[in-house]
């Protein structure tokens, strides 16, 4: 009988797997992580009888495997959530805890586990304050014969103890008010005698930042207008504060050598640009500040921009106070449309505000921005009627229609087709797609827009209404682990477009995207993951980057009779830009090179000339390949090479070039790039600002000395 309903149990789950599989509804399965953070908690009774209850954790596990590492031959299934217990003579044991997720991906640890019937002996308790958590005291407590610890906080109305750990392990508690408390704490073991530790303690506050808020990105001049950042040029404020401010104090103070405005009794802070003309923010599209304030903290803070010339004001929000850490934000400057402001070409006032009398406000990076335009058509884009390049879309979990009828069609809008996206309550649905190449962040595109409606007759459950993008290495194994996102609010029944700038806006996950060269997935999520609420959404003209078009100067040679550059001299340095490769290898099969032959010239180099001159706001980035052999060098010069931009109609082009400088390595191929938008350069600087730029001088081991060098050069590129 039993074999018959286990039988009738397996035909059952094998019906469900069959019809979820003809449905496509196991595809989220691709997307769950492997099982992490694997432990075990312990719990020892104190009656020497050796019983000891083991609850195993992971983050992702559905079950366990315990193997309790003594002579237990067979291990205990245990399911999340569920302990187990078993008797345990004196001794020390390695429990291992094998994890499993829902797909059965396994992830294990092994921890120590010491059962004594001795009194813990040698207590040693070290309690501190967190650095970073305000509140926030961090317990560990080692012992012999000890199993685990208890902590007491000492606080009144609080049931205790407050938490319980292995011993050697860390607690991290938080209280809700600073003070000194009497803390206690216990370390027990399989003996009904325990050891205690009792201090007075003192839980510290954290009332201001202890780093410095995040740096800004690097933007062009003309796409900023910054009234207080280390990293931009600040507008000259006629009045800060104002004598019609209201707060207690305001001082400038230096945080990890960052400046920093601190505002204490804050009610709201004015500044004046200047009466007579004001500054013109007009053009600008974002508002951006970051702020700090202690715990506890809950004024709602805002921006208000007055125009005193043409009339009207209007304040924004900038959204419910979190406290304890730097908060970055960024405010549209088409919020501030709603109020009576005549225009933004003439603010002169501007003001931070606090609904109530905030204690202590930490202001840094307020600056207003915009997103410099692209030229040229999308890398990627699809319109879904048909005309996109975009072929691999997918959904995970999520219903995906590439050819939906629009279903809202208006002004903001008219596609007559669009995507649909259906989240019936998967966990962790999404859509995605696969490019064929890795994307290039770097090259200056990064955004990603997209125009989405969400109708709200659409949502169930409580999760915030947003859009998240994020970019992931599709052929990874698990592609979501080392994943980066950009998350969006959305606003609901209407058309909007949603820009993800992964150079310039707050990203989750790994950190510095445009640095990575492994992304070639991106996967779409509206309203947040790991829920099962539902959601539908309308997508249409999703598009990626732009392909610049080429225009003068296009500098390229591979001197295999393909290039564009035609002005090559030799400046004191033999050259020959048809040279036999006298070093094919796998790094460089060219059968031509250019030869850098320095036989001595005290100012030995190569250079070319180009018409128009060079736009390095469009283009910033010089390659090249290069091969020098130790055996051609005399000297003690460094070995690098050094690309300098000249302006060659000026008499001594020298004087007012910029050059970077880059070391070598001998005897072998290696490929080198200068970038003149964001490596260290020499000489002039600000380079990307100059316009006046028609010459490339190259120049190997260094000048003003009579050392010799040979040098092979292949591949040289000017791109974005």
């Given amino acids: 009988m039993k074999k018959i309903k286990t039988i009738y149990k397996a035909l059952i789950i094998l019906m469900i797997f069959s019809a979820c599989t003809d449905e496509n509804n196991l595809s989220f399965l691709d997307s769950v992580p492997v099982p992490s953070n694997v432990s075990a908690a312990y719990n020892v009774t104190q009656d020497n009888t050796g019983v000891v209850t083991i609850s195993p954790t992971a983050e992702g596990a559905t079950q366990f495997d315990i193997y309790f590492g003594d002579d237990t031959t ?3 299934k245990v399911k999340a959530g569920q302990s187990v217990n078993h008797v345990y003579l004196e001794g020390t044991y390695d429990v ?3 994890a499993y997720n829902i797909k059965g991906d396994t992830a294990e640890a092994t921890q120590p586990l010491v059962v004594s019937f001795k009194a813990p002996e040698n207590l040693v308790v070290n309690i501190t304050n967190d650095e970073a958590v305000s509140k926030q005291v961090n317990i560990k407590a080692t012992a012999d014969f000890a199993t685990i610890f208890e902590f007491y906080s000492g606080e009144s109305g609080v049931d205790q103890p407050v938490a319980t750990a292995n011993i050697g392990e860390t607690i991290s508690y938080q ?9 206690k704490v216990v370390a027990k073991g399989a003996a009904i005698e325990t050891a205690e530790y009792s201090e007075n303690f003192e839980v510290t506050e954290i009332l201001q930042p202890i780093q410095s808020a995040p740096t800004p990105p690097t933007r062009n001049e003309e796409d900023v207008i910054s009234i207080f950042s280390d990293v931009y040029t600040n507008v000259t404020l006629d009045e800060l504060p104002t004598t019609w401010s209201s707060l207690g104090s305001f001082e400038t103070i230096t945080i990890d050598n960052n400046n920093v405005w601190k505002l204490t009794n804050l009610d709201f802070l004015g500044m004046v640009t200047n009466y007579a003309n004001g500054i013109d923010v007009s053009s600008m599209e974002k508002l951006h500040i970051d702020y700090w304030v ?17 009339g009207g004001e209007d304040e924004e929000s900038l959204g419910t106070t979190v406290s304890g ?9 088409s919020g501030f449309d709603g109020g009576d402001l005549a225009n933004k070409n003439k603010i002169t006032q501007l003001l931070i505000d606090s609904d109530g009398a905030a204690g202590v406000v930490y202001i840094d990076n307020f600056y207003f921005y915009k997103i410099p335009a692209q030229t040229g058509v999308p890398i990627l884009f699809d319109d879904f009627e048909g005309n996109g390049n975009i072929t691999t879309w997918a959904g995970d979990a999520a219903g995906l229609n590439t050819a939906f009828a629009n279903p809202f069609i208006d002004a903001n809008n008219e596609s007559a087709t669009v995507l649909e996206y259906n989240d019936t309550g998967g966990q962790y649905a999404n859509i995605r797609f696969d490019n064929a190449t890795n994307f290039d962040l770097s090259g200056g595109n990064s955004i990603f827009k997209l125009k989405i409606y969400v109708p709200s007759s659409s949502i169930s459950g409580s999760q915030p209404n947003q859009i998240s993008l994020k970019l992931q290495d599709g052929t990874a194994a698990e592609p979501w682990v080392l994943q980066t996102e950009i998350i969006k609010p959305i606003a609901l029944d209407t058309w909007q477009e949603v820009t993800f700038d992964f150079a310039n806006d707050v990203s989750v996950g790994q950190p510095n995207p445009v640095d990575r060269t492994d992304f070639n997935r ?11 609420d539902t959601v539908i959404a309308y997508i249409d003209d999703f598009s990626y980057g732009n392909t610049i078009v080429d225009t003068p100067p296009f500098a390229t040679d591979d001197f295999e009779g393909n290039g564009t550059i035609t002005t090559w001299a030799g400046d004191s340095c033999g050259m020959d830009n048809m040279f036999a490769n006298p070093h094919i290898d796998a790094n460089n099969q060219s059968a031509t090179v250019l030869e850098y032959n320095d036989t001595g010239g005290q100012y030995a180099n190569i250079r070319f000339d180009v018409t128009p001159n060079f736009d390095l706001t469009a283009k910033a980035k010089f390659t090249l390949k290069i091969y020098v052999p130790s055996s051609s060098i005399t000297g003690s010069q460094p070995n690098q090479i050094s690309l300098k931009l000249q302006d060659g109609t000026a008499a001594e082009p020298w004087v007012l070039q910029t050059e970077i400088i880059k070391p070598l390595v001998l005897d072998t191929w290696q490929e080198i790039t200068f970038d ?4 260290v350069s020499v000489g002039q600087p600000n380079p990307i600002d100059r316009t006046d730029f028609n010459r490339v001088v190259l120049q190997v081991n260094s000048e003003n000395n ?15």
């Fill in 175 to 183: 209280y809700q008010t600073p003070g000194t408390y009497d803390v």
């Fill in 676 to 679: 003149f938008a964001n490596d």
């Fill in 96 to 98: 291992k805890i094998i």
């Fill in 325 to 333: 850490s730097w908060q970055s934000i960024d405010l549209d400057m």
């Fill in 706 to 720: 009579t050392d010799t060098v040979i040098a092979y050069i292949d591949d040289f590129n000017y791109h974005n």
């Fill in 294 to 310: 202690p715990s506890g903290t809950t004024n709602e803070l805002l921006v208000k921009i007055v125009n005193t010339i043409d």
């Fill in 74 to 76: 067979n291990s205990a």
């Fill in 522 to 532: 991106v996967v779409i999520q509206v309203n947040s993951e790991n829920n099962t």
